[in-house]
């Protein structure tokens, strides 16, 4: 089977968050079932040096083609569109006015190139207005809905034909990811239980519930993974020694370094956050119970950028031995992993999550609040204690985050044997993709067979 995925990041390429490594893991691990997987991104400034020009007429004239182990990467060359600073807009969090012209072009390129495969794979807003041309049938995946893109309705009715203008109508303006999840054949999403929320809540899913729970073929979740080969503190060379299950004392050497990196003082319990700083992550929560918390041995390290960068260095300028931020690189993301002793991501809404699975899989069990993929891979150590990995709380308030936090600072100092069960479930568990790809296989096969 011969798939085409449509994308705006993929990792090492281009990411803004977890969308690229969902991307990546997907693709690599459908091409181990032997799906034959192209992937379509934009040439984004940073990628000028990849690849090679494609040879070819028409919207193919304008492609440049990689191979990333085996697989095909096809890069847009549309510069008016992508040579520009980042992927979404100039500085993380934001976003470019011509958003929806930008796209809007990237998705013709991208269904002039459709008939060549058996299902298009679209993933998110910027690409799901493919659907609305693609001569092949289609998927779209959700990875976050709480980003459309909306546009001009008369310039959209340009770039996608006259007959799209109802699917992309959205209170007098065009919604791509609207039209989208209306014109593709099947719409997924990352978790099952973000599938059931953004069926009924309508500021998780940017209003669109109504149509996600009204599909002729009901939204699919399919929980994410990780990529187990790149990433696995048994082989990892970014830190500083390598451990598995049975041994956690070479995590100590990771703390050590996270430690004179930050230059945060270790007598505390060490708390990652890694990923976009957004309003989606839950960050406001923490605002209120900073304080007493870090009283209580609270250390915090930030890695990622976001619109709500302002927060976390305002903690830092307040509390500078216990919080420390700094821009995401991916060799601090593995340290932190490694090193920190627990993993903090009391998210408002979280379609996936995978930053959880990375801190279980290198044994710093999370504390989350149960929403969306949170709530389908994180078990709470006092809730379910014979098979926890780590903490959790329902409510989205300050006092409940406190209290998880508080609960797994006393669970790290007074039982570390418990402890260390809940670093062990978290690293024997298969966080892997196979077990994703067999469905997204599943669901191309059930698409193909609707179409046939
Ligand atoms: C987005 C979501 C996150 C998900 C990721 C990959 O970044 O916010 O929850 O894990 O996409 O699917």
């Known amino acids: 089977m011969n798939v085409l995925f449509v994308v705006a990041e993929m990792a090492p390429y281009a990411t803004s968050g977890g969308l690229g490594d969902a991307i990546a893991g997907v693709a690599h691990a459908l091409a181990r079932l032997d799906v034959q997987v192209t992937v379509i991104m934009p040439r984004y400034q940073t990628l000028t040096e990849l690849g090679e020009p494609g040879?070819?007429?028409?919207?193919?004239?304008?492609?440049?083609?990689?191979?990333?182990?085996?697989?095909?990467?096809?890069?847009?060359?549309?510069?008016?569109?992508?040579?520009?600073?980042?992927?979404?807009?100039?500085?993380?969090?934001?976003?470019?006015?011509?958003?929806?012209?930008?796209?809007?072009?990237?998705?013709?390129v991208a269904a002039a190139l459709s008939g060549q495969f058996d299902v298009v794979h679209l993933h998110d807003a910027q690409t799901a207005a493919t659907a609305l041309l693609s001569s092949a049938p289609t998927v779209l995946t959700l990875h976050n809905a709480a980003y459309p893109v909306m546009a001009p309705p008369d310039e959209a009715a340009e770039l996608f034909g006259d007959e799209s203008v109802d699917l992309l109508e959205w209170y007098g303006e065009a919604n791509y990811l609207k039209a989208g999840i209306l014109a593709a054949d099947q719409v997924t999403t990352v978790s099952p239980g973000y599938a059931r929320q953004i069926a009924e809540d309508p500021e998780v899913s940017s209003g669109l519930n109504d149509h996600l729970g009204n599909l002729l073929h009901p939204l699919i979740g399919i929980m994410n993974g990780i990529e187990l080969r790149r990433f696995d503190p048994r082989t990892d060379e970014a830190i500083p020694a390598q451990y598995g299950p049975d041994d956690l004392t070479p995590r100590g050497e990771s703390r050590d370094k996270l430690l004179a990196h930050t230059g945060l003082d270790g007598s505390g319990v060490i708390f990652g956050m890694v990923g976009r700083m957004t309003g989606q992550k839950g960050l406001e929560l923490l605002d209120p119970v900073i304080e007493r918390l870090i009283e209580a041995g609270l250390r915090l390290v930030a890695v990622g950028n976001g619109d709500d960068d302002e927060r976390v260095d305002a903690w830092v300028a307040r509390f500078p031995e216990a919080v420390w931020h700094a821009p995401y690189t991916q060799d601090l993301a593995r340290l932190v992993w490694a090193g920190g002793d627990s993993f903090l991501m009391p998210s408002k809404f979280e379609p996936g999550g995978l930053g959880n699975l990375y801190a279980m899989q290198y044994g710093a069990p999370p504390v989350v609040r149960f929403t969306g993929g949170l709530a389908d891979t994180v078990i709470d150590a006092d809730t379910e204690p014979e098979i926890a990995n780590g903490f959790g709380f329902d409510d989205y308030s300050s006092d409940?985050?406190?209290?998880?936090?508080?609960?797994?600072?006393?669970?790290?100092?007074?039982?570390?044997?418990?402890?260390?069960?809940?670093?062990?479930?978290?690293?024997?568990?298969?966080?892997?993709?196979?077990?994703?790809?067999?469905?997204?296989?599943?669901?191309?096969?059930?698409?193909?067979?609707?179409?046939?």
Not at 77 to 95: K, L
Not at 413 to 431: C, S
């Open 55 to 108: 040879p070819g007429e028409g919207p193919a004239r304008s492609l440049y083609e990689h191979r990333d182990n085996g697989m095909r990467v096809l890069l847009v060359d549309d510069p008016e569109s992508f040579d520009r600073p980042g992927i979404y807009g100039p500085e993380p969090g934001s976003a470019y006015e011509d958003e929806w012209r930008r796209w809007g072009r990237f998705c013709q």
């Open 400 to 452: 409940a985050l406190a209290a998880s936090v508080e609960r797994a600072m006393a669970l790290y100092r007074d039982q570390p044997e418990r402890w260390a069960g809940l670093q062990k479930v978290g690293m024997t568990t298969d966080w892997g993709w196979d077990p994703a790809a067999a469905r997204y296989q599943w669901v191309y096969r059930r698409v193909l067979e609707r179409n046939k």
